[in-house]
């Protein structure tokens, strides 16, 4: 009997290893499977990252999203035809071809997932369906002098399923400070390669009402050699323009750089000071002898902008505009001097070079100040007046600068004429040294 029960616990033992064996069997083949099968998607990534019609695709993905963002300056319709060939290229190397199974299948919905959250991101951060219109200042010449104009481009789209501006009429509206000065409609000039691309032009004479920039505060800043120094806190009244499509469809605004519209001279500075050079010709130890001193003034002018409450305290700031500057000094009651007429145009300023320097010079492109050219000029190439065309005697004298303002920038209660007066004690220095202090009144 015993005998018979070791067979039986001999027979089950060997039942129970068997069944081990082929469990460790099937679960070998199922390692092997799945080890092959990522060695085999390993191989296929491989593959496919160099497969040119995969990588194609991509680059497309990549193109689309950017036209995608700047929906409003490409055509629609060309993204989405660049955003769907990237998709098809892709999916064609990813799934094998065309071929429609289960398989397939899976691939082709998992790509499309990607591709449309891909497309997305940008197209929802900076796109639009109903199509937009975008106007910039134009950076080649955003200011016309010579025909007084503002001239800006815009960009126009329809997005996917609209239209841009193409030739359409454009509405324009000028506002300062959220009150309308001017409307009217203008023609675009459509770009050549893009109808819905182009610029526009606007007369500045027809809404021009006041400057942008005006000084509203006084702020001190630290220089690194001068040390503090009393500044301007600029503040500005916009100017803003707005364009619309004749169907309404399309509108965007647009703000004015402030230096661009602040046209109009309110302030002036003048100034005179004494410009002696002596030079030893001779080599007798003084500078007495006939031709060896020059003397005369040097005579500077400051023409900008700046708000009444702080005029003294602060030079005027720049301005780029269109007006004349006559400038004398009087002397008694009388007019003993009398600079050119200058013509201002933009920065640009010239008056008859007969007697004075060359006829031209510059004022208002970075700062306002301006320096008179004179009669004489130094080696060193210092420009000055010489004394006896100013000079009648000890006495006061009376610098007087005037400014009269382009119709265009000024009206009759807005700055038509600046006049600036400047009053000096002027000791000729026949018996004591010569001085040139300036005074409040003669």
Not at 49 to 75: A, E, Q, R, T
Not at 337 to 363: E, H, M, N, Q, R
Request: glycine share 10%; hydrophobic share 35%.
């Amino acid at each position: 009997m015993s005998g018979l029960l070791d067979k039986a616990k001999a027979k089950e033992d060997e039942i129970i290893n068997n069944s081990d064996k082929e469990n460790n069997s099937v679960e070998g083949v199922k390692k092997e499977h799945k080890k092959n099968k990522s060695v085999n998607n390993n191989v296929e990534s491989k593959l496919l990252m160099k497969n040119p019609i995969f990588i194609s695709g991509i680059i497309g993905l990549l193109v689309s999203m950017v036209g995608l963002y700047y929906l409003k300056y490409i055509p629609g319709i060309a993204v989405l035809g660049i955003f769907l060939c990237s998709y098809i290229a892709a999916g064609y190397s990813f799934t094998g071809g065309f071929k429609i199974d289960s398989e397939s299948k899976k691939k082709w919905i998992s790509l499309g997932v990607i591709w449309l959250l891909f497309g997305a991101l940008p197209y929802l951060g900076g796109a639009s369906t109903g199509g937009n219109i975008s106007l910039l200042l134009d950076s080649e010449n955003p200011f016309d002098e010579s025909t007084n104009t503002i001239n800006m481009v815009y960009y126009s789209s329809g997005g996917l399923f609209g239209s841009g501006i193409g030739e359409d009429v454009i509405s324009v509206t000028v506002k300062q400070d959220g009150e309308s000065l001017w409307t009217g409609e203008v023609n675009g000039k459509p770009s050549v390669t893009n109808v819905n691309n182009g610029k526009i032009s606007l007369d500045i004479d027809d809404f021009y009402n006041q400057n942008a920039l005006y000084v509203s505060d006084i702020q001190e800043v630290s220089h690194p050699e001068l040390g503090l120094l009393d500044a301007p806190v600029m503040s500005s009244m916009e100017y803003t323009v707005i364009i619309e499509s004749a169907s309404g469809i399309l509108s965007n605004e647009m703000k004015i750089t402030d230096s661009i519209i602040t046209r109009t001279i309110t302030d002036i500075d003048g100034e005179l000071s004494l410009f002696v050079d002596s030079n030893d010709l001779n080599g007798d130890g003084d500078t007495e002898d006939s031709g060896e001193k020059s003397e005369g003034v040097i005579l500077s002018g400051w023409f900008g902008h700046m708000a009444d409450s702080f005029d003294g305290a602060l030079r005027p700031g720049a301005v780029q505009s269109e007006y004349t500057i006559t400038t004398s000094i009087s002397f008694d009651g009388s007019v003993v001097f009398d600079y050119p007429l200058i013509t201002v145009s933009g920065t640009t300023a010239l008056w008859d070079d007969s007697v004075y320097g060359d006829g031209a010079g510059k004022v208002g492109e970075t700062s306002s100040d301006f320096e008179y050219q004179g009669d004489q000029i130094t080696s060193s190439g210092i420009s000055y007046i010489s004394k006896d065309k100013i000079y009648d005697g000890d006495g006061c004298y009376t610098l007087t600068i005037t400014i009269s303002n382009s119709e265009a920038y000024s009206s009759p209660d807005y700055f038509p004429n600046v006049i600036e007066e400047v009053n000096y004690d002027w000791k000729g220095g026949e018996t004591d040294e010569e001085t040139l202090e300036k005074v409040n009144t003669c």
